[in-house]
Nanobody
Framework: QVQLVESGGGLVQAGGSLRLSCAAS????????VGWVRQAPGKEREVVAA??????VQYYADSGRLAISRENAKNTVYLDMNSLNPEDTAVYYC???????????????WGQGTQVTVSS
């Protein structure tokens, strides 16, 4: 019914930058809040950024290195990451739902994730 597809991950050296994209299709809702959630091996999922449907409300785990934005006409949400560290290595998921939350399990719909690997 709903398809969320992440892209933009890859291998980057410490201190580098990446832009992740989340493209939505199917029975999407423009009023959905969207979060970016990462999971490193052996660790719990963590919301690193989230944005409301009108971008009026935003959350950042680290506002100094992250920027979330959305283009509703394109059904796309972006995550810009700067000054990446090896500890940022994880699978990054796009998640959506009616609630903007710091709890990843409150989001209803999920993509398959994109791998981000930061080398030292």
């Amino acid at each position: 019914q709903v398809q969320l597809v992440e892209s933009g991950g890859g291998l980057v050296q410490a201190g580098g930058s990446l832009r992740l994209s989340c493209a939505a299709s199917g029975r999407t809702d423009i009023s959905w809040n969207v979060g970016w959630v990462r999971q490193a091996p052996g660790k719990e999922r963590e919301v690193v950024a989230a944005i409301s449907w009108d971008a009026a409300v935003q959350y950042y785990a680290d506002s100094g290195r992250l920027a979330i934005s959305r283009e509703n006409a394109k059904n796309t949400v972006y995550l810009d990451m700067n000054s990446l560290n090896p500890e940022d290595t994880a699978v990054y998921y796009c998640a959506a739902g009616p609630v903007l939350s710091r709890n990843p399990y409150q989001y209803n719909y999920w993509g398959q994730g994109t791998q981000v690997t930061v080398s030292s």
